[in-house]
């Protein structure tokens, strides 16, 4: 079993639509949750960073931490086209510099 | 604000010949420094990751080294590329101290032929 599982996708949405993308974990001791977008032939970048379990909003996206469960959750609401990326979780026990990736969901949204 | 910078963006290498590709930050100093390689459709791997001058920790086994000689520069080295070696290698610098957020640079496309 993995670290941290990511259904690759594809997942194709039309504009506007609601996407729920989702890591699921087995290391109980994971503490610190991001969650990186990547844009073909680009860098991650940091979208979105929380600790322990819980929500974090920022504009239209959502972050959610349910630890009892092993499982993290990205919301976007009215999603764009520019919304059109590859989606990668993360996660780390603490400050010891090993983050785990998940493979990351590759996302369309049509016009 | 902080800018991080990877060159080159594109390299295409024979087998056995060497590699050099350098990262370097700005606008922070003493941050920790990441190299990864993301194969395609897969995960990010953690290469080496450094948390000073000097200062290398390498996390798998490889014909891959790196090495700090400045502050805010990160160099990824080979004496021999192998084909095994191609891959989109990541360059990221994390503030450190508590902050575990890592911010990542473009990026190098490498393809040994």
Sequence with gaps: ?111 | SQTIHQWPATLVQPVGSPLSLECTVEGTSNPNLYWYRQAAGRGLQLLFYSVGIGQISSEVPQNLSASRPQDRQFILSSKKLLLSDSGFYLCAWSPGLAVNEQYFGPGTRLTVT
């Design chain 1, 1 to 111: 079993q993995k670290e941290v599982e990511q259904d690759p996708g594809p997942l194709s949405v039309p504009e506007g639509a609601i996407v729920s993308l989702n890591c699921t974990y087995s290391n109980s001791a994971f503490q610190y949750f991001m969650w990186y977008r990547q844009y073909s032939r680009k860098g991650p970048e940091l979208l979105m960073y929380t600790y322990s379990s819980g929500n974090k909003e920022d504009g239209r996206f959502t972050a959610q931490v349910d630890k009892s469960s092993k499982y993290i959750s990205l919301f976007i609401r009215d999603s764009q086209p520019s919304d059109s990326a590859t989606y990668l979780c993360a996660m780390m026990v603490g400050n010891n510099n090993d983050m785990r990736f998940g493979a990351g969901t590759r996302l369309t949204v049509k016009p």
